[in-house]
C-alpha cells in the first residue's frame, strides 16, 4: 500500500478553458505545477462523484503527452479515481475518448490536445475534459473548474507509479485502503466496433474495390485508427493512408484540415486522377476535410447538408429528428431540414452546444463550419465518422462527390461560403476591430446606406439553450441581409496566444449554382472590409488564412 502527499502549490489565474479546453504555448503548460494545478482543479469539480469512478486519458501524441499522463495517473490515484483507462503509448483520439466514456459509464475524459494547433517543444499543448455525456464540459463545469484553480493551494498525488504505455495491460495498486486500476487499452478497438455498427463495412468495401480513396492523417492521432479502418477492414490498398505515424510535432505538418495546410494533398489529388475521395484530419481526429476527384473540394456547410439530406437512409439512425449547426456555419442545412420538415438550431460556437441537444433528443446531426461533424453516435464531432457517412452515401447511390454536390445545390440552392482568418494578432487590435463594427451595427440607416443591401438582423448573437435555460451571450456580431447573404465577426477561442479574427462570408443563390466561390463574393468581401476597417486597424495587408 501507497501513501498519497499533500503538496502546496500557488493557484495559476489564466487556467480558463476555452471553447475547447485550455490551450497554451507548451514551455508555458510545462512550467512547474501548472498541469498538476489544472488537473486537481478538474478532479476537484467532480466532488464526491469522483471516488471509485472510472476516468478515461489519452491524447493525440504531440510533444509532451506521456509526460503529462505520467503526472496525471499520480494525481488521479491520489484522489480517489478507481479506475483510468488509457489508450495505448497514450494515444487516444478525441472521438474514441467520447465513445470509451460512454460505453464504460466513465465519470469523464482528460483529453491532452491543443486539436489543430500545432506541436511541439515551441509550439501548443493543451487540456481539455468531457464529461460523463461524453462531450465537452458545459460552461457550468469549465467555469467551475476556473473558479477551484483561482483558489487552488494544494494538490495530492502518489509518488513512484510506473505504467509502461507500451504495453496492452492491466497495472493496480493499493492508495490508502482503495484499488486504484490502470488499464492500458487497444486505442483503436472500441471505437471500430462503434462504426462496424452504424456503418455497412461490406457495402463500403465492395464499392472501394473500384474506387481509390486517400486518407491524410497529418500525421496526427487518426493514423492508427485510419490503417485499421480503411487499410485492414475495408481492403484499400497500402498507400490508403499517408501521414499515419502520430508524431510529437506532427512532422512539421500544421495539423489544420483546410486548402491552406493541406494544399501538398490537393497537389497530390490533381497529380492522380484515379483517387475520387480524399480527407484529412486534424491533429486529435475530431476534424475533417473532403475533397472528390481532381481536389474538388467539399465546404464543411455544404458536407453538413448533403450528409443531413442523406442521414434518413442509414439503417442505424432509426429516426432523424433534427439538425443543428453552429451560428457561424452557412444555413445550406436550414435549407433541407426546412424540406425535410425536420427541427433545425443555431447553437454558439463550441461543440459543448450540441450536447444538450443530443441528450435530450431533439438533434441527430449537426456541425460547424470549422471541419467539424457529428451525430448522436457519440459526443464530439468525428472525422473518420464523416468520412465513412460520405463513403456509405457513394457507395449507395454509385456516385461520386462533384456529381452528389451539384445535386444538391440544384435542388436546394447553393449557399455560397468562405472564412478569412486573420490569425495571431494583437488582442488590442483584435478587440477593436469588433468595437469598430458593433459601433457600425448599431446605426441600422448609416450599415444600409454603407452596404447598399436591406438589413434583416444586426445584432450580437445571444442563445438560450432550450433544454435547461441557460444563457450565451456575446458570441458574435452577424448581419443579414434580405437577399438572403449574410456577414458574421467573431473573435475566435481556439488559440494558445494573441487573438483571431474570423470573417464568415455567405451568399445564397437558387440558380447560378456554378459560380466560382470567390467570384461570388467579392461583394461580401467589399462589404465587409468597408464595415471593419480591418486591414487599416490590424495593420495586415490580408487574412492569413481564406477557406
Not at 490 to 508: D, H, I, N
Request: charged share 20%; net charge negative; proline share 4%.
Amino acid at each position: 500500500m501507497v501513501k498519497r502527499e499533500k503538496i502546496q502549490t500557488s493557484p495559476f489565474s489564466d487556467q480558463k478553458p476555452g471553447t475547447s479546453g485550455l490551450r497554451k504555448p507548451t514551455p508555458h503548460f510545462f512550467q512547474k505545477n501548472y498541469i498538476e494545478n489544472f488537473v486537481q482543479a478538474i478532479l476537484n469539480s467532480e466532488g464526491e462523484e469522483l471516488k471509485e469512478s472510472t476516468l478515461v486519458l489519452g491524447g493525440d501524441g504531440r510533444y509532451g503527452t506521456t509526460q503529462a499522463i505520467a503526472t496525471i495517473i499520480s494525481i488521479a490515484a491520489a484522489n480517489g479515481v478507481g479506475r483510468l483507462l488509457i489508450g495505448q503509448n497514450g494515444i487516444l483520439s478525441t472521438p474514441a475518448v467520447s465513445c470509451l466514456i460512454r460505453k464504460y459509464s466513465a465519470i469523464g475524459g482528460i483529453l491532452l490536445t491543443a486539436s489543430h494547433n500545432p506541436g511541439g517543444p515551441e509550439a501548443d499543448f493543451g487540456i481539455k475534459y468531457n464529461g460523463k455525456n461524453g462531450g465537452p464540459a458545459p460552461d457550468k463545469i469549465t467555469n467551475k473548474i476556473y473558479d477551484i484553480s483561482k483558489e487552488l493551494t494544494h494538490f495530492y498525488n502518489v509518488q513512484g507509479i510506473e505504467v509502461d504505455l507500451h504495453e496492452i495491460g492491466v497495472h493496480k495498486l493499493e492508495v490508502e485502503g482503495h484499488e486504484f486500476v490502470v488499464e492500458v487499452i487497444d486505442s483503436v478497438s472500441d471505437y471500430l466496433d462503434l462504426m462496424k455498427e452504424v456503418f455497412n463495412f461490406e457495402q463500403i468495401g465492395t464499392f472501394l474495390k473500384h474506387f481509390p480513396i486517400l486518407i491524410n492523417c497529418m500525421n496526427g492521432v487518426t493514423g492508427p485508427y485510419a490503417s485499421r479502418i480503411f487499410e485492414d477492414e475495408l481492403g484499400c490498398p497500402p498507400g490508403t493512408v499517408i501521414n499515419k505515424i502520430p508524431l510529437e510535432d506532427f512532422g512539421g505538418i500544421h495539423p489544420d484540415p483546410n486548402l491552406t495546410y493541406a494544399a501538398d494533398m490537393l497537389q497530390l489529388m490533381l497529380e492522380r486522377e484515379e483517387i475520387g475521395f480524399g480527407t484529412a484530419y486534424d491533429g486529435d481526429g475530431d476534424r475533417n476535410m473532403v475533397l472528390g476527384k481532381k481536389a474538388f473540394f467539399v465546404n464543411p456547410s455544404d458536407s453538413l447538408a448533403v450528409l443531413a439530406a442523406y442521414l434518413k437512409s442509414v439503417p442505424w439512425f432509426k429516426e432523424v429528428v433534427g439538425v443543428a449547426r453552429s451560428m457561424p456555419t452557412s444555413m445550406a442545412v436550414d435549407r433541407v431540414a426546412e424540406a425535410l420538415g425536420l427541427a433545425c438550431y443555431e447553437v454558439p460556437t463550441g461543440w459543448k452546444y450540441f450536447g444538450n441537444l443530443m441528450d435530450a433528443g431533439k438533434i441527430s446531426l449537426c456541425g460547424e463550419e470549422s471541419f467539424g461533424t457529428g451525430s448522436t453516435h457519440i459526443r464530439e464531432k468525428d472525422g473518420i465518422w464523416t468520412s465513412l457517412l460520405w463513403l456509405s452515401l457513394l457507395s449507395s447511390k454509385k456516385t461520386d462527390v462533384e456529381t452528389t454536390l451539384k445535386s444538391h445545390w440544384s435542388e436546394f440552392g447553393r449557399n455560397y461560403y468562405g472564412r478569412h482568418d486573420y490569425e495571431n494578432v494583437d488582442t488590442t487590435k483584435a478587440n477593436e476591430v469588433m468595437i469598430r463594427i458593433e459601433k457600425v451595427m448599431s446605426q441600422l440607416d448609416e450599415l444600409e446606406i454603407l452596404t447598399g443591401k436591406n438589413v434583416t438582423l444586426a445584432d450580437n448573437f445571444s442563445y438560450s439553450d432550450p433544454v435547461d435555460g441557460s444563457l450565451s451571450t456575446n458570441q458574435g456580431l452577424r448581419i443579414l441581409f434580405s437577399d438572403g447573404s449574410r456577414l458574421v465577426f467573431r473573435l475566435s477561442g481556439t488559440g494558445s496566444q494573441g487573438a483571431t479574427v474570423r470573417v464568415y462570408l455567405e451568399k445564397y443563390s437558387k440558380m447560378d449554382i456554378d459560380i466560382d466561390t470567390q467570384e461570388a463574393l467579392k461583394e461580401m468581401v467589399s462589404i465587409y472590409l468597408k464595415i471593419s476597417d480591418i486591414y487599416k486597424i490590424l495593420g495586415v495587408e490580408g487574412p492569413t488564412v481564406i477557406t
